[in-house]
């Protein structure tokens, strides 16, 4: 039997399955995401490596990991995250350095301290290990935030990128892309040449922002959880199956 091979971030993980949703009290099971669907659809055997938090890197570094097994019948698609977003290696988890910078103010030990212990005493203990995991991590990223280090990561991904995609075309790969975001203008054509012809393929990112509908929480921008809700998982389904 031929396979899927999925490859990506949280839009491509089983984000909020078997979880009751506290936005709109969906609970996602496996046949509703678009992976699981497009594998029933394709008749394929579904291998999915999404993973919440990765990056770009992370994504064709756990391609390179499965190569091997991926054959020239089987179909492989990368949704692929923000392009400026850094991983965190050794923790496994990804964020993207713009949006950290905006929001992480604290930067050092004593404010992490002063900012949880003045929060809320009733919030939950999950909440509250939250916070200091979060914050503990923006002190992680600010205190390396040295002149040059973002475009270092960043040369490094795309040469990377780069290497990965030459490798698929000397093996003859069926590889299909969707991306967040645009993509940057230097990016390898490889990836440009296969992206999924799609309405809004150059970002799926500002189509989400436009359909808020299509994510857990509905329209409730107040408490939202920007992944697809089932509406959405079936919505995209229907735009790619025919497109891969």
């Known amino acids: 039997m031929n396979k899927l091979f999925v490859f990506g971030d949280s839009y491509s993980d089983w984000c909020n399955k078997d979880i009751e949703s506290h936005q ?16 029933d659809y394709k008749n394929l055997e579904l291998w999915n490596y999404g993973r919440s938090g990765y990056g770009v890197g992370g994504c064709f570094r756990e391609f390179m990991t ?31 350095h713009n949006a950290m910078r905006e929001h992480g103010s604290v930067s050092t030990p004593s404010k992490v301290i002063g900012h ?13 290990w939250q916070d200091l995991f979060n ?5 992680f990223i600010e205190s390396y935030d040295e002149p040059g280090l973002d475009k270092q990561e ?9 290497n990965v995609c030459n490798f698929i075309k000397s093996r003859n790969l ?23 012809d799609i309405p809004m393929k150059d970002s799926v990112f500002n189509w989400i922002l ?14 939202i959880d920007w992944h697809f809700n089932r509406k959405g998982h079936d919505t995209f389904f229907n735009m790619v199956k025919d497109k891969v």
Request: aromatic fraction near 14%; charge should be negative.
């Open 174 to 196: 069926n590889i299909k892309f969707w991306t967040l975001p645009e993509i940057p203008n230097d990016v390898t054509p490889f990836i440009k040449d296969n992206l999924i």
């Open 24 to 39: 709109n009290g969906e609970t996602l099971r496996e046949e509703d995401f678009w992976f699981h669907k497009l594998a």
């Open 210 to 223: 436009d359909n808020p509908k299509y994510m857990v929480g509905g329209g409730d921008t107040n408490d």
């Open 154 to 162: 960043m040369e490094n991904t795309k040469n990377f990128v780069k």
């Open 66 to 96: 499965f190569c091997d097994l991926i054959s020239e019948d089987d179909l492989v698609i990368f949704g692929l995250s923000w392009w400026e977003r850094i991983e965190i290696h050794a923790i496994g988890y990804g964020y993207n």
């Open 116 to 128: 949880i212990s003045g929060r809320d005493k009733n919030q939950s203990m999950k909440m509250f």
């Open 135 to 139: 914050l503990s991590l923006y002190n």
